[in-house]
């Protein structure tokens, strides 16, 4: 859809921002709040039950997701906790650091807030709460944001800078029509993304059914069976071998260096490269010093199965990626185990999609106790079972999922490039409807 420009608009002594609609005007953020409140302080004990926290990991995309992070307060402590200040429907969550700029309206009352969310509430009749969200998530106000921010390892904001903040300020009748455009239009792309992600979540199910059935019952379905005696692998074929990781190779903890050691030197793989491929990158972007003796040790050769051993929950532990091309000079990280397999009876190929199934999940999940941080030992995993069919077999399996996953690998980057385009254009209306580039004066919107 096209929409019409304002008739006249004027230059601002802004270089971010350019020229704004002639009737407009814009001001530091404090200077059209009612109420500014900043929870940092003391971190409130957490509890089961009570009232629910809205921590900044809650706050994403406009919204509060409740399901991001579940922490509680105790109901008798509320009232102390919220002292400096009690919500109300509509005001404006901001979150100050990990991560900062992300913004949010309540939507409930019954929540307590935790650090590093400011709650603003703008003066009645001159910024409207749900237009200042709007405002805030533009790539106007977030480049402005940056240049305020500081901090090493997380960029967080103070206080003190909040009033160096821009807002642009339409009419306040502007501001409700501008909030009426955007929830109806951001509804529909937001629908469209949470659809089309969706369509990813079924596929790369199917994807991981795929791997699973053919590591285990192979590819012809006449197969005579037998019972592998294990309940979560179940039947495979007659004759199939079973065996268990510390029968057929050697493990390996990663290397561990101080940090300033890191940034030069030689290829690192990291916990990313690993948790994130299913296939080990040829070129790595981790480097660290080490000496010859530490990348003889640590080295990252071909056929190489790399499994990450700490995380916050079980299911991050576990996750395998096959080196299918030695790495020169390269070590890995500390966070995972290498598994070298001795036997000829595993083929690099095959090692891929076996560790990478289901089947590890079932066989950590089962296994591992969680206390404070999931923690994968070489104990663990020398004894997870490893279903070996014939080498010709094993071959045959990797073509076969291969030409599958392709398909299904390209579907998924197809749809992900879609929701890309879509949360580019969702983030174009936005920018252009809170800096006047879209006359909404005349547009009938309805309210949802």
Request: proline share 3%.
């Amino acid at each position: 859809m096209v929409y019409a420009k304002y008739p006249q608009y004027k230059k601002t002594n802004l270089e971010w921002l350019g020229d704004i609609p002639s009737e407009w005007e814009y001001g530091g953020l404090t200077k059209y709040l009612d109420n500014i409140v900043d929870y940092r302080g003391k971190t409130p004990e957490k509890v089961e039950q009570g009232v629910f926290l809205v921590t900044a990991k809650n706050i994403k995309n406009g919204k509060i997701d409740y399901s991001l992070s579940q922490e509680y307060v105790k109901l008798e402590e509320y009232e102390e906790v919220m002292r400096r200040g009690l919500p109300e429907i509509g005001d404006v969550l901001f979150t100050t650091e990990a991560p900062l700029g992300e913004v949010a309206n309540v939507d409930r009352i019954d929540i307590a807030l935790a650090q590093r969310v400011i709650k603003f509430r703008g003066i009645e009749n001159v910024l409207n709460n749900y237009y200042l969200k709007y405002w805030i998530q533009s790539h106007g106000f977030q480049s402005n944001l940056k240049t305020f921010a500081t901090g090493s390892t997380a960029a967080g904001i103070k206080a003190s800078k909040l009033s160096s903040l821009q807002v642009l300020l339409p009419p306040y009748s502007e501001q409700k029509q501008i909030v009426l455009l955007l929830d109806n239009k951001v509804h529909e792309l937001d629908d469209l993304i949470t659809q089309k992600e969706k369509m990813i979540s079924l596929l790369e199910e199917k994807r991981r059914s795929m791997i699973t059935e053919a590591v285990t019952k192979g590819l012809n379905p006449n197969a005579r069976m037998k019972e592998s005696g294990i309940e979560w692998i179940g039947e495979i074929p007659e004759h199939w071998e079973l065996n268990k990781v510390g029968y057929l190779g050697r493990l390996q903890n990663g290397i561990s260096k101080s940090a300033e050691e890191f940034g030069i030197g030689e290829p690192f793989v990291s916990y990313g490269d690993v948790y994130k491929n299913i296939v080990l990158p040829q070129e790595v972007n981790g480097l660290v010093k080490s000496s010859e003796e530490e990348q003889e040790l640590y080295s990252v050769r071909e056929g190489d199965v790399f499994f990450t051993r700490t995380s916050e929950t079980i299911e991050e532990i576990g996750i395998a990626s096959t080196c299918l091309q030695t790495i020169e000079k390269a070590t890995f990280a500390g966070f995972l185990i290498r598994f070298r397999p001795t036997s000829t009876k595993l083929s690099p190929a095959y090692s891929k999609y076996y560790f990478r199934s289901d089947l590890g999940r079932r066989y950590f999940v089962k296994e591992m106790n969680l206390v404070t941080r999931a923690s994968l030992g070489q104990g663990l995993l020398r004894n997870f079972p490893v279903i070996l069919p014939s080498l010709q077999e094993q071959n045959d399996i990797v073509e076969y999922l291969d030409s599958k996953t392709t398909v299904i690998n390209e579907s998924v980057s197809l749809i992900k490039n879609q929701i890309e385009k879509l949360k580019e254009y969702r983030q174009s209306l936005i920018y252009e409807a809170v800096t006047g580039k879209i006359d909404v004066r005349d547009l009938e919107v309805v309210s949802q």
